[in-house]
């Protein structure tokens, strides 16, 4: 039996599933980039709140593929959350995803949807390379195969931008007020850099609307966190084990979750605090904590992990040399980059370390390497420039560097390909073939990558010296080899 309205009532005893009347709720948020994270994240919130007021439903919109509509749409918009830790699993239905909306096939209905005076919120999951612009800067890339041509016809935009500011100009010409656009991806100050790249887009296409999304149209800063594997035909089986019913798209996650949130939403909000939402007036301190704690030792984990040949984050976590290594990463270089009020670092790091020990997620060392050239800049560099200023060592942060470097050559310690999965993928393997085994001309070609790197940053020797000493290691010894060999914690 699949998963659909119909047989929700079906469901065994103890599968949570929606207490409200999806019939009485209606769009209120349009959600750009549905993926696995936001149906584990924003819209288990949204499902939360939706009993008490209905008219903040979801639509979501694939701006690329077309799976996950082809997935929810035939099961009305319900999926199974299924929430793990070691062997303990609880499944959950959630029912706030009204429907979803494959853009390049219904652009039309999505732009005609987003200008809809009902709709006040348009959050985002696009991932960082979704903002079309230049990682190292947070601008706009105004070069942009997809900006240019959302330039040259504005009406039919097919990127993040394009979309958004057709829709609020749209929005402009009717007279109605503006949505809140709310980003919910690692970008630093991510609605301050949204701002800036959405409002020069809308300048390059006309001024007077370029002047009115920048004071007009607020863009409220988020930060976010729940670790959301992709699903496997195995997680497909077990939740149909678990419910009778099958779940084309079912979604795996860990217990823990979080959402901080700039309270600033001129068109209205639901009352996220009243379902755990921490609404503040200052995102940026718990943004860094989650950028450098958790994403920079999540990226470092990836991608030593996977050249030692570990699955998953679990597998790694399971060798002490490499908790080590991620314990000392934490206390020594990045904590003392951060000031966060209210919060305990080292419980937070404490935390951290048992999410990554989980055992009931698979999350694959893999997948956390993807797109690594648009991480970089936030997980790892940023930190790296806060020590260096302060003269504080980089041992363990440039070795996450150099990791990443000896990853995408794009071959691992056996001599196997390496399904490289990023924007710059090619211009990874030419500097590669150029190089060859010279772990200095290997890190040179990586650091001329100003995309990646900027200017400032490369032509700081002790930078240069302390990622080109860690990659000649990492070629040398192998991954599992140079992490034994660290010194234990000052």
Request: contains cysteine; hydrophobic residues 45%.
């Amino acid at each position: 039996m699949p998963l659909d309205a119909a047989s929700l009532a079906a469901l065994p005893p103890g599968i949570s599933r929606p207490d409200y009347d999806r019939a009485a709720v209606t769009p209120g948020i349009v959600h750009l980039g549905i993926g696995a994270f936001h149906r584990a994240h924003q819209a288990v919130y949204v499902d939360a709140l939706l009993r008490r007021d209905p008219s903040w439903g979801i639509v979501g919109a694939s701006l690329r593929s077309p799976e996950t509509a082809d997935a929810l749409n035939p099961q009305d918009g319900l999926y199974t959350l299924a929430v793990r830790e070691d062997e303990r699993t609880d499944f959950a239905v959630i029912g706030s995803i009204l429907e979803v909306i494959v853009a390049p096939r219904e652009r039309e209905r999505l732009l005609a949807l987003m200008a809809d005076p009902r709709v006040r919120i348009v959050t985002l999951t696009v991932t960082e390379k979704g903002y079309c612009h230049d990682p190292a800067t947070g601008r706009l890339d105004e070069n942009h195969p997809g900006i240019r041509a959302d330039l040259a016809d504005p009406t039919a935009p097919g990127t993040t931008p394009g979309l958004l500011v057709e829709a609020l100009a749209r929005r402009r010409a009717a007279g109605v007020q503006p949505f809140t656009v709310l980003s919910c991806d690692n970008l630093p100050a991510n609605g301050r850099t949204v701002r800036r790249i959405v409002a020069r887009y809308a300048e390059l296409r006309d001024p007077a609307i370029g002047r009115h999304v920048e004071t007009e149209v607020a863009f409220p800063c988020s930060m976010v966190d729940r670790i959301v594997p992709a699903t496997t035909d195995a997680d497909r089986a077990a939740v149909a084990e678990a419910l009778g019913t099958a779940d084309a798209w079912p979604v795996m996650t860990e217990p823990f979750t979080q959402w901080v949130v700039e309270d600033d939403f001129p068109a209205g909000r639901p009352r996220l605090e009243d379902v755990g939402v921490e609404m503040v007036a200052d995102v940026e301190p718990f943004e860094l904590m989650k950028l450098r704690m958790l994403n920079g030792s999540h990226s470092t984990l990836a991608y030593l992990g996977y050249l030692a040949g570990y699955e998953t984050v679990a597998d790694v976590m399971a060798d002490p040399a490499f908790a080590a290594l991620v314990h000392g990463l934490m206390t020594s270089e990045v904590m003392p980059t951060l000031v966060v009020p209210g919060i305990d670092l080292p419980a937070y790091r404490d935390a951290l370390i048992r999410r990554f020990r989980n055992r009931g997620l698979r999350h694959r060392t893999w997948q956390i390497a993807m797109d690594g050239s648009q991480k970089l800049p936030q997980r790892l560099l940023g930190t790296i420039r806060d020590r260096l200023a302060s003269g504080a060592s980089i041992n363990r942060l440039s070795l996450g560097v150099a990791a990443w470097m000896a990853y995408v050559r794009g071959v691992d310690e056996q001599g196997r390909a390496i399904d490289v999965r990023d924007p710059l993928a090619e211009r990874f393997r030419a500097v590669a073939d150029a190089a060859g085994e010279d772990a200095a001309r290997l890190a040179n070609g990586y650091l001329e990558i100003v995309d990646v790197f900027g200017t400032a940053l490369p032509a700081d020797p002790r930078f240069r010296a302390a990622v080109t000493d860690a990659l000649g290691r990492l070629l040398r010894d192998g991954a599992a080899r140079t992490v034994a060999s660290l010194p234990s914690e000052a």
